[in-house]
């Protein structure tokens, strides 16, 4: 297993760290793992002037997986578009044609009071978002600002064809098999004809899962329903832009970004794996990040790409019984419970493991 690692910016490198020894303690019980770090991001152009450098792209190009930390810090602000560090990770999703992305909502028993809902709303939350994450209003040509009748006027395209939108539908299908088989595609058809086409092609996708029961959502209703009752919802399937928005809405469903990891993955379940929050600059550098997204990232990768369920069921249950035991990074912490750094949230973790 060729593992790339891109620690990439604030947070990064504290949580990759925690990452990298839950996998050297697969490593010590017999799995081939080989890791290799490379530069993404902020870094990157510090370095080389660039977020996604070439030798970056060759790296992750010969990995099997990719294991990500987080991009981007507010001294990046001022740089152009194209060096901005958000464009390496919107870069390595397209070199790698990375179209499926997984970001689950589960809320753990333990955390039911983190969450800013009242917990009979969000107790036992399980959903899984799938986002496609290599077209739409994101990369859609044309785009940019110019001059229109002398007015500065923006504008960018919101595309997709078919086949982009029955890969991703193929995807969310068989996501909804393994679970309770209920698949609700999200869309804004009343308005939108690229969304019309999306609706159409899930609908025709729907005839190879009879086992799967499709509904229907228009986006604004979506995301009201997921605040009102999102317990109604197993598996979702979106389009970039509208995944993007309603992955964090859910993320806080939870009560805790910093618990949710993410996949993205190609035709192959090559993937490249991180955590869903972000580069948390505030926090850097001061052991306060909590480092279990990135471990259950961890877990994501030898499920999907190294098809090693057990491995991947030993890490989540280590996370389990660390939360069980009380164990509490500041963003989660309550009173009664144990406030940990990043590091001895690590110890916890591998103790367990
Ligand atoms: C995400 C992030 C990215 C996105 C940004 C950092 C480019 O918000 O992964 O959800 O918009 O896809
Ligand atoms: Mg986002």
Request: hydrophobic share 45%; aromatic share 6%; proline share 5%.
């Amino acid at each position: 297993m060729k593992i790339a690692v891109l620690a990439g910016d604030g947070i990064g490198p504290e949580i990759i760290a925690q990452g990298v020894r839950v996998l050297d303690v697969l490593r010590r019980d017999g799995l081939k793992i080989e890791l290799e770090s490379g530069l993404l991001g902020g870094c990157a152009v510090d370095a080389t002037g660039e977020p996604f450098p070439d030798v970056t792209c060759q790296l992750v190009k010969d990995a099997d997986a990719v294991m990500l930390g987080a991009v981007g810090g507010p001294q990046y602000d001022a740089l152009s578009r194209e060096n901005r560090p958000e464009r390496g990770l919107l870069g390595i999703r397209k070199a790698l044609n990375l179209f499926a992305n997984l970001r689950p909502a589960i809320l753990y028993p333990e955390l039911a009071n983190a969450s800013t809902l009242k917990p009979e709303v969000v107790a036992g939350l399980d959903i899984m978002i799938v986002r496609e994450l290599t077209g739409d209003i994101y990369f859609g040509e044309p785009r940019g600002i110019e001059l229109r009748d002398n007015l500065r006027t923006g504008f960018n395209t919101m595309v997709y064809n078919e086949v982009e939108i029955r890969r991703i539908a193929h995807v969310a299908f068989q996501a909804a098999q393994k679970r309770d088989r209920k698949l609700c595609s999200v869309d804004k058809m009343n308005v939108l004809e690229c969304t019309q086409l999306w609706r159409d092609v899930v609908t025709e996708t729907a005839k190879d899962y009879p086992d799967v029961s499709l509904s229907h959502m228009l986006v604004d209703n979506a995301a009201m329903q997921l605040i009102r009752d999102p317990k109604q919802f197993d598996v979702m399937v979106t389009g970039n832009i509208f995944g993007d928005i309603l992955s964090d809405e859910a993320s806080m469903l939870t009560g805790s970004i910093g618990m949710l990891p993410s996949a993205s993955l190609d035709e192959n379940n090559k993937g490249l794996f991180e955590p869903i929050h972000g580069s948390a600059p505030d926090i850097a550098g001061k052991n306060v990040a909590n480092p279990l997204a990135t471990i259950l990232s961890v877990a994501m990768m030898l499920r999907y790409t190294f098809n090693q369920e057990e491995a991947a069921l030993r890490i989540e249950s280590a996370v389990q019984k660390v939360l069980s035991q009380k164990y509490r990074t500041g963003d989660i912490f309550e009173p009664g419970t144990i406030l940990v750094g990043t590091v001895e949230m690590g110890d916890a973790v591998l103790k367990n493991l």
